[in-house]
């Protein structure tokens, strides 16, 4: 009996388990122990303690620190994936307990979405929703990539709708749809007439791109750089609207993803694939790790395409997928 005793775990902070795992959870997501200690509202000293008795308790590293930086260690990923589900679901037992007695058609969904996604993919798949959830308050937050991920962190939505090239470690992402990359100019453009249009073809004009701390514009770079073709830029704009805009003006040229191109875009603009050069650009739902969806979130995913995220996925943890 005394030998179990001696290799039973051993917890001590304050004989409190939920609180240290809701500031592991919290310092997952935002990698950072001040961070976390605000969106607690406690302090830094306290979040620190609370994942040193994990640490002692576990007998692991959780985080590999860099700095100010806090990323989870693989022990950590996997703790993760055991402990987020369940912090949720106690933090949220309250919401849902009260959502599940108002019964299944009220409530509210928050989706953060960049501006091509809600104006181009979303139209349908929330008019379906509505259709079917009438009481349900639905909000559209138009945010870019970087803005969305900030919010699932945060918890201020359920779930994002876009694309991803790179995937962080406390999100999974469930592409759905693909889109090829197109070569967009005025009619009157000298490759206008051209039909087989190559990298080198876009050298002599410059290219209309969006800014270059977004992922775009540092993917038409590494094509063009692996390429060895050397390209130049006419402007840095963002929005792929404001894009077709000027590229109809006659400013310049872009590369853009067929998402954002409609009917009335081709009576004014010339399109020509480039799916040669570029792999073709995914949009899906993206979620936080060990984020509890509700039905209402289910539904809406449901819509975008059935069976997209089986039970598993809701609460998979690990490396993330590229």
Known sequence: MSEDRDHAPRFSYKGSRLKPLRAFCQVARLGSISRAA???????????????????EFGTRLFQRQGRRFDLSEDGTLLYGLVAPLVDGLDGLHGNFREALQGQGTGELQ??????????????????FKAAHPDVKLTLHNVTGAGGLEMLRADKVDLAVGSMLDVPNDIRYAPAYNFDPMLIMPPDHPLAGKQDITLSDLSPYGLILPPQRLTTYRFVDLVFQRARVPYTVAMEVG?????????????????????????????????????????SRSYGVVLRKGKFLSKHARAFVDLIKPDLLDARDYYHSGHSDR
């Not at 310049?252 to 009576?267: K, Q």
């Open 239 to 279: 929005g792929w609207e404001i894009i077709k805009q000027y590229v109809a003006m006659g400013m310049g040229i872009s590369i853009v993803t067929s998402i954002c191109l409609t009917p009335a875009d081709h009576e004014r603009l010339v399109a020509r694939s480039l799916a040669r050069y570029f792999p």
């Open 111 to 128: 989706i953060a979405a960049g501006t091509s996604t809600i104006i181009h993919l979303l139209p349908p798949i929330v008019a379906a």
């Open 38 to 56: 605000e969106a607690l509202f406690l302090s830094q000293p306290a979040v620190s303690l609370q994942i040193q008795a994990l640490e002692r």
